[in-house]
């Protein structure tokens, strides 16, 4: 795509994790940026940095809503659409499925005609979470997937089915040219410490030395993609100019178990923590690999992070971040009194 214009990149969700990291990509590409976020789960934090880059721009909004006026004026020349919005976390879609699954239908909706209205090139952020409890392994772009309708989980991975639905068919409309991105476990700095995934569990339990928390037997597998490597290959099935129109797997295909990655991170922080285990949530995924054959093949894309480098990366941020919180509580902290400080009461 042509850097060199005046148009803009705009990211739904951009003040995410991962929609916060492809900011940073893109701006660095020279792109002008401009993201909204209704920071229920993404933070000012994340883009903090961002504030004085000339070429970004943040608003506060929720694409359930009707999206600002200044989107559709034209002055604003929008080239392409990523729409990373909506909670991705079980903790954080089930505490409201609602507006979870809205921000899937109606936000994505609201989407799709802006970039008609633009001609902007739209990428739709799907998830694994799509093969639902996977029946074949690895998972590949053809398998419909195992997904429980009616379960907590299904306002997330029923709300991605439809979001894809809603995208292909604005495609097949001649609407919009689109792009559809299966995103599996990612894991790295800005991840919330509260977020319930396995990476950031870990990793905060395991410094503070508290006991780490496996769900399940710890048998079940997944497959972590370092959030450099994701976001290289979001922007080249953005860019990919060829035949091939369908859904893309991008994540790591090097699959482990629950336990092995605990354990890998109790080595990494030398913590003294116990494991312990808890029952599995409702509908989790047994096993959880991704096929990316296609990735391969098209985009010339597959991760190239290792995990332990991943790790001390993800390790360092969760450290600093844990170091910062600390010296901030101690600052807000009332100064005792000195004697000489203290009020004289008049006798009574």
Not at 144 to 162: H, L, Q, S
Not at 296 to 301: E, H, T, V, Y
């Amino acid at each position: 795509m042509d850097r060199r214009n005046d148009s803009l990149v705009l990211i739904a969700g951009g003040a995410g994790f991962i929609g916060s990291h492809l900011a940073d990509a893109l701006l660095a590409e020279g792109c002008r940026v401009l993201c909204i976020d209704n920071f229920q789960t993404g933070r000012y934090a994340n883009i903090r940095h961002l504030e004085r880059e000339p070429g970004f721009d943040a608003i506060d909004a929720d694409v359930i809503d009707p999206l600002p006026a200044r989107l559709t004026r034209s002055g604003c020349v929008i080239s392409q659409i990523y729409n990373l919005a909506c909670a991705a976390s079980p903790p954080h879609y089930q505490a409201n499925p609602e507006h979870t699954l809205l921000t899937n239908v109606l936000g994505t909706r609201h989407l799709l005609q802006l970039a008609e209205l633009h001609k902007a090139r739209f990428l739709l952020a799907s998830t694994s979470e799509v093969y639902g409890d996977p029946e074949i392994h690895p998972q590949r772009e053809s398998y419909w997937g195992n997904v429980n309708p009616t379960g907590p989980r299904a306002c997330y991975d029923e709300g991605k089915r439809a979001a894809e639905t809603l995208t292909f068919d604005f495609q097949r409309g001649g609407r919009v040219d689109v792009r559809v991105a299966r995103i599996f476990n990612t894991y790295g700095p800005r991840m919330r410490a509260d977020d319930g995934r396995v990476v950031s569990n870990v990793v905060t339990q395991a410094l503070a030395g508290d006991d780490i928390t496996i769900y399940g037997s710890g048998d079940q597998t997944r497959s972590f993609c370092y959030i450099d490597d994701l976001v290289q290959g979001l922007i080249r099935l953005m860019e990919y100019e060829h035949a091939y129109r369908g859904a893309v797997n991008l994540g790591n295909p090097t699959e482990m178990k629950v336990r092995e990655l605990a354990e890998r991170v109790m080595e990494l922080t030398g913590t003294h923590s116990n494991i312990i285990f808890r029952p599995l949530p409702v509908d989790d995924p047994r096993r959880r690999r991704p096929d990316i054959s296609i990735a391969r093949k098209i985009l010339d894309w597959a991760p190239r992070v290792p995990l332990e480098t991943g790790l001390r990366q993800t390790i360092a941020y969760f450290t600093a971040a844990a170091r910062a919180a600390a010296e901030l509580s101690i600052q807000r902290q009332p100064r005792h009194r000195r004697k000489a400080d203290t009020p004289r009461v008049a006798a009574q």
